[in-house]
């Protein structure tokens, strides 16, 4: 499966987009980029997913570059409970699908 | 409303003292996996199973044990438990090419 690197920390003022990069530079062509989120010690949540198109949700977007080497998550507008850890994940079909592989993510701290 | 469901949500425990922590979906999800997590060494996976009657070690299997009997249920037991296992376990549940839900989380101590 491929690896991620995230950035480990970032601080985002309320109000204004947050912007997560992420880096899946060994991705394969069937793998999908999930992003979850984990607020302090609470079970990881969902946020968006996508394989090769850009993505919106109603908590997010996802944009993934043409090669597919890396992606953004992107909070438009953030807020005091958008502090959390972010976690991009590669996931594959299969019998695998069940093996989510979490890296360190990175710490989004959003001040006021 | 769908839900992972784990118990307990905390339990401290004696060395050698056989216990189970239940997880249950109410999804109808083929996939079900556990998780442990520790300072500094975010979330791994100990164990998943990818339908009943089938499951696969993760990362960190040792001094664990699972069971598949049912869809909705993926028990994850410590037969003799130690102080390095204890930890923040998550269960969680999916298909396939869908997202993972989480439960809430067991902390557990073992003294």
């Known amino acids: 499966d491929a690896k991620t690197t995230q950035p480990p920390s970032m601080d985002c003022a309320e109000g204004r987009a947050a912007n997560l990069p992420c880096n899946h530079s060994t991705i394969s062509g069937n793998e999908y980029v999930y992003w979850y989120r984990q607020i302090h010690s609470q079970g990881p949540q969902y946020i968006i997913h996508g394989l090769k198109n850009n993505e919106t949700n109603e908590m997010a977007s996802l944009i993934i570059t043409e090669d597919r080497k890396s992606s953004t998550l992107i909070l438009p507008h953030a807020t005091l409970r958008d502090t959390a850890v972010y976690y991009c994940i590669v996931r594959v079909g299969g019998d695998s699908w069940g093996k989510l592989q979490f890296g360190a993510g990175t710490q989004v701290v959003v001040t006021p | ?111």
């Open chain 2, 1 to 111: 409303e769908a839900q992972v469901t784990q118990n307990p949500r905390y339990l401290i425990t004696v060395t050698g003292k056989k216990l189970t922590v239940t997880c249950s979906q109410n999804m109808n999800h083929e996939y079900m996996s556990w998780y442990r997590q520790d300072p500094g060494l975010g979330l791994r996976q100990i164990y998943y199973s990818m339908n009943v009657e089938v499951t696969d070690k993760g990362d960190v299997p040792e001094g664990y044990k699972v069971s598949r009997k049912e869809k909705r249920n993926f028990p994850l037991i410590l037969e003799s438990p130690s102080p390095n296992q204890t930890s923040l376990y998550f269960c969680a549940s999916s298909n396939l090419n869908t997202e993972a839900f989480f439960g809430q989380g067991t902390r557990l101590t073992v003294v």
